[in-house]
């Protein structure tokens, strides 16, 4: 065996580097505290307890003020315990944005506030472009990303195979004043309509997607990330403009890590002048002044 040499690797750090961000700009949101696999938010004026795998620490002192408490199930799933009475839906703003916040029989409240840093990266890259940019969002979810885009100016096609998501995402795009953008809502199956967008020739100067670790389609498609995810990519690079702006990748599966990722989209893109990096999105945490990492991310951009 030949021992590489430390010069051997001397690209790596810059190939693949690692950024951990840091959600501490929220007004309306606050990760007040962390314990026994739970954690105490503030969403709003609303109050709310719910699990995290992450949290593998014990509790100190007692819990706060809490308007509900998601139960999980021991056969999957859960329920609310609701201290108090909330509003079946509410509303709380970003900047000058804004989202319906809805807890769901899933834990979720049709938000990850964590994604904040997210945002206002999109945000700031699609104002100083100076050109017209083309976003494609896909597994959108309730469109946070969309909403954040369309804001900054872009024209934005968001995907997911949920029609509920895909309403719900109107619905914080009529919230945040976009009524009149440019926003395409499609409720269809992200692999199949990468490739039809591919056969229509259509082309996007920045493609986000959040794919799920497992999934199904509308017509029973079965998704499972450490396959597909890869292939979706490849395909994703056909759908590319000839100067694209960003590739912004998240994931919260469990075991993926950010040098993979990073990895992926810098074999993706490395016929592209730009650079990647990747990292973990994190939460303050109020009241013992940690952090809570939610998720990672890999973002290529356009070099300057």
């Not at 885009?149 to 945040?176: P, T």
């Not at 953008?181 to 499609?186: A, F, N, T, V």
Request: glycine letters at 10%.
């Amino acid at each position: 065996m030949v021992k590489k040499s430390t010069s051997d690797f001397r690209g790596y750090a810059t190939s693949l580097e690692h950024r951990n961000l840091l959600a501490q700009t929220w007004e309306s949101y606050e990760l007040l505290q962390c314990g026994d696999g739970l954690k105490r938010e503030r969403w709003g004026d609303v109050y709310l307890i719910r699990p995290d795998p992450q949290i593998l620490w014990p509790l100190e002192g007692k819990w706060g003020r809490h308007d509900a408490i998601y139960h999980r199930s021991e056969s999957g799933g859960g329920n609310w315990e609701f201290k108090r009475p909330i509003p079946e839906q509410w509303q709380i703003g970003y900047g000058n944005l804004t989202f319906k916040i809805r807890p769901t029989n899933f834990k979720h409240t049709g938000l990850f506030p964590e994604q904040a840093c997210n945002w206002s990266w999109m945000m700031e890259a699609i104002q100083k472009a100076g050109r017209p940019i083309q976003v494609l969002n896909l597994f959108g979810y309730t469109g946070a990303a969309t909403v954040a885009a369309a804001s900054a100016g872009a024209s934005v096609c968001h995907v997911d195979s949920a029609k509920g998501m895909v309403q719900w995402c109107g619905e914080n795009a009529r919230l945040s004043g976009l009524e009149g953008k440019p926003i395409r809502y499609i409720v269809d199956d992200c692999v199949k309509f990468v490739q039809r967008e591919i056969r229509r020739g259509n082309r996007y100067d920045a493609i986000v997607m959040d794919p799920p670790s497992f999934g199904r389609g509308a017509e029973g498609q079965v998704w499972k990330l450490e396959r597909d995810l890869w292939p979706l990519l490849d395909q994703c690079r056909n759908l590319l403009s000839d100067r694209p702006l960003f590739f912004l990748v998240n994931s919260y599966t469990t075991g993926l890590s950010p040098t993979i990722l990073c990895g992926m989209l810098s074999a993706l893109m490395k016929a592209r002048d730009g650079s990647c990096f990747a990292g973990e999105l994190d939460l303050p945490i109020t009241e013992d002044h940690r952090v809570l990492p939610c998720g990672i991310y890999a973002r290529w951009e356009e070099k300057c």
